[in-house]
């Protein structure tokens, strides 16, 4: 079995990663550390591919950049990294991004990571706000009536700094700007939320953090809390003020005497007050990119599917090695996972009937992982999404949707 699973891993590379390195003259290898100390620089890259059932088919390519130092510090995976994400879809919805990570800045323990990225959804889903909200049937659902066209820029650098042993405060901008364009019988156009027509949304999060994890991102052992506060005001140039809150706690459990698999949860309440235009309501605090639907929350259902104030979520995993193998003198690690996301939201303009409805999405996928410092991820989700029987109709009913996604990086 572990030969087959072997021999498909490395069809998987030879088709879709490409890496090289430069090595001193010792090229060691046979650890982490000697990996990280006998490399200065690492390269990987591959194809992005999925299909969800509101983008379409998506293709692209994601490419990573990585810079070791010479004597590698403990629990630091690299010393920079820098990744480029080009991706498109069938349906008018691309994402390009660049992202800049330094772990041990100056060698202060200081980390800085930034997200910068062009977002353009033509037809993006709006299905309502609140935790009840069922939706017509595709094939029965006018036409253009859930959708709206936006165009996204955004840059969100995060800067950690050390505050006390163990304890770090993070500062993080969360600049976005986007311009909203409507259909004239879309539901948009019929409720016309806050940022109806988009706008200037820049949120300013001050965080502490505890980071006890034995490496990342492949963590094994170890948990991460943190706790923060954000606002967005218009003295600080919004054009919309909000104020909001999120708790979060991860931690990974390492399920007998190693790391052959592992049990890993996260669980968070986030909370916005004020002003929080419609288009940000699914994108939630803290110091992680998280979204509700797509591909990090309620994977399987469509991105933004619910839209609240306040959000209740947690993802839960069992991953599995499969395989550790070496191939063009590199580690590789090959994970089978299963997993199951929750979230609930609320908000006061919304009805809501049905206390204990948490909508739950559960999948499978492998992972493949490179010389742990990088991580390709296939996510095949399901979620039971809830369609109105007839227009007009009050009664609703559930059926299966269907999400694949082929990307970077574990989702917590």
């Known amino acids: 079995m572990k030969r087959a699973i072997r021999r498909f891993a490395n069809v998987l590379l030879l088709g879709l990663t490409v890496s090289f390195s430069l090595t001193d003259a010792q090229g060691k290898t046979e650890d982490l550390k000697e990996i990280q100390g006998g490399r200065k620089y690492d390269f990987a890259g591959f194809p992005l591919a999925n ?36 991706y498109q879809t069938t349906d008018d919805y691309a994402f390009h991004k660049l992202l800049l990570d330094f772990p041990n800045l100056f060698d202060t323990r200081a980390r800085l990571d930034v997200v910068s990225g062009y977002e353009a959804w033509a037809d993006s889903n709006f299905f309502g706000i609140g935790n009840d909200v069922p939706r017509y049937r595709p094939e029965a659902t006018p036409a253009k009536y859930y959708n709206y066209d936006v165009v996204n820029f955004w840059l969100v650098p995060t800067l950690r700094v050390p505050l006390v042993k163990k304890w770090d405060i993070f500062v993080k901008a969360n600049i976005r700007v986007a311009d909203v364009k409507h259909y004239e019988n879309s539901l948009l156009t019929e409720t016309q939320p806050i940022g109806f027509s988009g706008g200037f949304y820049p949120q300013w999060s001050l965080g502490i953090l505890t980071d006890r994890r034995n490496k990342e991102p492949s963590t094994s052992q170890g948990y991460v809390f943190e706790a923060s506060v954000r606002t967005a005001q218009r003295f600080l140039l919004s054009d919309f003020e909000s104020y909001g809150a999120n708790i979060t706690f991860r931690q990974w459990f390492e399920m007998g005497d190693s790391d052959e698999y592992v049990f890993a949860y996260r669980i968070a309440v986030d909370t916005n007050q004020g002003e929080t ?56 690690a090959v994970l089978g996972v299963t997993y199951i996301d929750a979230a609930r939201v609320w908000h006061p303009d919304a009805a809501d009937n049905r206390p204990f409805n948490i909508h739950v999405t559960a999948g499978v996928g492998p992972r493949l992982v490179y010389n742990d410092v990088f991580v390709v991820r296939l996510d095949i989700g399901v979620g039971l999404d809830e369609f109105l029987s007839a227009p007009g109709s009050l009664d609703s009913s559930y059926a299966p949707v269907l999400g694949i996604n082929f990307m970077a990086g574990h989702p917590f």
Not at 288 to 295: H, T
């Open 51 to 86: 299909y969800t059932t509101d983008r379409g088919l998506g293709f692209g390519a994601f490419v990573s950049f990585f810079y070791f130092s010479d004597t590698p510090k403990e629990k630091e995976p690299y010393r920079a990294s820098v990744a480029l994400q080009f």
């Open 277 to 332: 235009p419609f288009f940000h309501q699914s994108k939630l605090g803290g110091s992680q990119w998280v979204e509700l639907g797509g591909n990090i929350v309620l994977r399987g259902l469509p991105f933004g599917r619910y839209h609240g104030l306040t959000t209740l979520y947690s993802n839960t995993e069992i991953r599995a090695k499969l395989v550790n193998f070496r191939l063009w003198n590199r580690k590789f």
